[in-house]
């Protein structure tokens, strides 16, 4: 038990050191905010998986990409994914 205890206690030191970042890093188009481990590129990735095809506005806020576009049709779309883990929060398809 106490082998478990001091691999987590290490990995979570690890993870401290390495997640800490500026607040605003820039690097052409890719944009990492601190905390974020999921970037810029990422989340428009993620959000084309989701059927979004033109991407208008991407901005980081409250701990979510959110990335606003239209779809195959034109329809507005927005997709929201969390800037920690890469999963879709939420998917709105308003035009429709």
Do not use: C, K, N, Y
């Not at 970042?21 to 944009?31: F, M, N, Y």
């Not at 905010?33 to 033109?54: C, H, K, L, Y």
């Amino acid at each position: 038990m106490s082998r478990i205890r001091t691999g987590l206690i290490a990995l979570m030191i690890a993870t401290a050191t390495t997640t800490a970042s500026p607040a605003l890093a820039q690097r052409g188009d890719e944009r990492s905010f601190a905390g974020f481990q999921v970037s810029r590129a990422t989340a428009v990735d993620i959000a084309r998986a989701q059927g979004m095809r033109d991407v208008q506005h991407v901005q980081a806020r409250r701990g979510v990409w959110r990335v606003e576009g239209a779809d195959q049709s034109g329809a507005r779309m927005v997709v929201e994914v969390d800037g920690f883990t890469g999963a879709v929060v939420r998917v709105d398809r308003s035009g429709r």
